[in-house]
T-cell receptor, first 114, second 113 residues
Framework: DAGVIQSPRHEVTEMGQEVTLRCKPI?????LFWYRQTMMRGLELLIY????????DSGMPEDRFSAKMPNASFSTLKIQPSEPRDSAVYFC????????????FGSGTRLTVV | KQEVTQIPAALSVPEGENLVLNCSFT??????LQWFRQDPGKGLTSLLL?????REQTSGRLNASLDKSSGRSTLYIAASQPGDSATYLC????????????FGAGTRLAVHP
């Protein structure tokens, strides 16, 4: 298995632009999670999906952030418009069978908004 | 509120020492816990997973324990090596909900030759 695949690995964009981050979970995993990591706040759960349905989006910082999971093998996290304070590393993770096998994380997308 | 605390925040030791990293949690309704390693600028690598019915798990020089009654988990690293230098994070999945994993802030470990 190729693991959780995220793209792009790095993204540099100007303030106000739309940013779309992508994630492909491990095949067969039914839960998908988006996390954000910063030096100040550590790892924060933004949103998670179970069987493609958003379960808890209380971690999404504001309306500029949105996430979708149109099918079991793909999810996106969109920021529109982006702001410098959105600069962080965004991780996607997936798990199966209510976490019996634990979480597997992708390599992350390092976002820089200038 | 479910919280996870890791102590110490940072640790610097000479090569060869045995180490204990601590993690505590406020909710005893644990489903499982997972220890991760994160190298600078990299993603998270899963080290050990302990289900709530288990007391410990071992992998090579690593041993993780879970004590639900005291609300603690420890990660023991035997005979530390410079290659062990990284940030170690514990994370809990609590019962009563979906697969939500809550992370501690991590322990930054430096092992010097």
């Amino acid at each position: 298995d190729a693991g959780v695949i995220q793209s792009p690995r790095h993204e540099v964009t100007e303030m106000g632009q739309e940013v779309t981050l992508r994630c492909k979970p491990i095949s067969g995993h039914n839960s998908l999670f988006w996390y954000r990591q910063t030096m100040m706040r550590g790892l924060e759960l933004l949103i998670y999906f179970n069987n493609n349905v958003p379960i808890d989006d209380s971690g999404m910082p504001e309306d500029r952030f949105s996430a979708k999971m149109p099918n079991a093998s793909f999810s996106t996290l969109k920021i529109q418009p982006s702001e410098p304070r959105d600069s962080a590393v965004y991780f996607c993770a997936s798990s199966a069978k209510r976490g019996l096998s634990g979480y597997t994380f992708g390599s992350g997308t390092r976002l820089t908004v200038v | 509120k479910q919280e996870v605390t890791q102590i110490p925040a940072a640790l610097s030791v000479p090569e060869g020492e045995n180490l204990v990293l601590n993690c505590s949690f406020t909710d005893s309704a644990i489903y499982n816990l997972q220890w991760f390693r994160q190298d600078p600028g990299k993603g998270l690598t899963s080290l050990l997973l302990i289900q709530s019915s288990q007391r410990e798990q071992t992998s090579g020089r690593l041993n993780a324990s879970l004590d639900k009654s005291s609300g603690r988990s420890t990660l023991y690293i035997a005979a530390s090596q410079p290659g062990d230098s990284a940030t170690y994070l514990c994370a809990f999945m609590f019962s009563g909900g979906y697969n939500k994993l809550i992370f501690g802030a991590g322990t930054r470990l430096a092992v010097h030759p």
